[in-house]
Structure formats: C-alpha cells, structure tokens
C-alpha cells in the first residue's frame, strides 16, 4: 500500500506570493490533517478534512486554507506568504480502527519564504 | 498552549542506556500516540495506547498511560544510534479527529 505523498517537497517562495500544497492520503483513508512545524512552535494543527468537508481547524488566519477533493486528495493554500510561513508542513492521512484514529504522515514539504 | 507537552526537551544519553520521555496532556482523550522524527522528516507512528490501557508494549518500547494524571511516558530501551530523533505524544480528542502534538523530546544517543 502506497503511503502518504506529499508535493513538492521543498519550495522557495517570495514573500507576498501564494503556494499550494498538495497532499495524497493511503487509498481508502478519507480523513487528511495539515500541520505546520516550525522550530519554535513545535507541530500546529492547521486543519482537517472529512469527505470533502472541514471538520476541525487550528488557530491560524484565514490566510491557510485548504479543500479535499473526492478521490480524498487535499490541498493547502496560503496567500501573502508572510517570512514566518517558512515551516516543514506535514499532511496525515487517518485510519479509524474502532474509536481510535491512527495517523500516517508524509515526509513533509518543507516551505521557505525569502 | 499545547495539549501535549514532552518532558524533557532534549535528552542525551550513551548507547546502550534506556531513555526515557513524558508527556502531559490536558484534556479527556481517546487515545494517545508516540511518534518519532527523524530530522527535518515526515513522523514515524511508534505506538498507540488507549484511554482504557495502562501499559503496552512494543519491541524496545514501553509506554504507560495515567489518565489520573494525565500523562505518558516512552520508555526506549537498550538506546541505539539510530533511536536519534525527535519524539512527540499525540492525543486523538473525542468527536473527530484533532490530533493535537507537543512540541517533543529531542533524543540523542551517542554511539
């Protein structure tokens, strides 16, 4: 079973710019969680996706944003990239086993805003 | 402020030591995870422990859950080279999905 695939891995962006991530979950799994990990803040919740629909968001400006489509392939936007949206941004990809999630990340698309 | 928060920081240690980190959490939780990075990677599951468990364990790893206190604790056993990483404890909320992460443990093992 393939795993989680996120692209790109690595980004340069100009500061005011927009990017778009995109993040391919296991097959099968329909949930798919955005983290943001930066050295000072450790890992973020940004956000999460549920059958095409937000189900839980982070504390972040509207800024981030994201959508799932039905093949349950999701992307992360963020608009007027600020130098502190520099961050390794981290997708997972969830199983629900009984009353239990599992997470599966992917390795991570690592952002740098100059 | 985070739901989970590791404890220590950083922990350096000989190989062959056992090392050993805690998490603290907040809330009621479903269950809760350990994972590790290896730097600048994706994470790593390493183990699960439900809310109704109190030890579990896995290879090298011992993990213990105290929901009267609300903590965790990783055990890595017999600690190699390679157990270099980051460890983070996650705790899966009720009512959906929201994995919330400390900031983690940073574990080196000197060979």
């Known amino acids: 079973k393939a795993g989680v695939t996120q692209t790109p891995r690595y980004l340069i962006k100009t500061r005011g710019q927009q990017v778009t991530l995109s993040c391919s979950p296991i097959s099968g799994h329909r949930s798919v969680s955005w983290y943001q990990q930066t050295p000072g803040q450790g890992l973020q919740f940004l956000f999460e996706?549920?059958?095409?629909?937000?189900?839980n968001k982070g504390n972040f400006p509207g800024r981030f944003s994201g959508r799932q489509f039905s093949n349950s392939r999701s992307e992360m936007n963020v608009s007027t990239l600020e130098l502190g949206d520099s961050a390794l941004y981290l997708c997972?990809?969830?199983?629900?086993?009984?009353?239990?999630?599992?997470?599966?990340f992917g390795q991570g698309t690592r952002l740098t805003v100059v | 402020s985070q739901q989970g928060e590791e404890d220590p920081q950083a922990l350096s240690i000989q190989e062959g030591e056992n090392a050993t980190m805690n998490c603290s959490y907040k809330t009621s939780i479903n269950n809760l995870q350990w994972y590790r990075q290896n730097s600048g990677r994706g994470l790593v599951h390493l183990i699960l422990i439900r809310s109704n468990e109190r030890e579990k364990h896995s290879g090298r790893l011992r993990v213990t859950l105290d929901t009267s206190k609300k903590s965790s604790s990783l055990l890595i056993t017999a600690s190699r080279a390679a157990d270099t990483a980051s460890y983070f404890c996650a705790t899966d909320e009720a009512g959906g999905f929201k994995t919330i992460f400390g900031a983690g443990t940073r574990l080196f093992v000197k060979a």
């Open positions: 996706y549920f059958s095409e629909t937000q189900r």
């Open positions: 997972a990809s969830t199983a629900q086993i009984g009353l239990n999630t599992e997470a599966f």
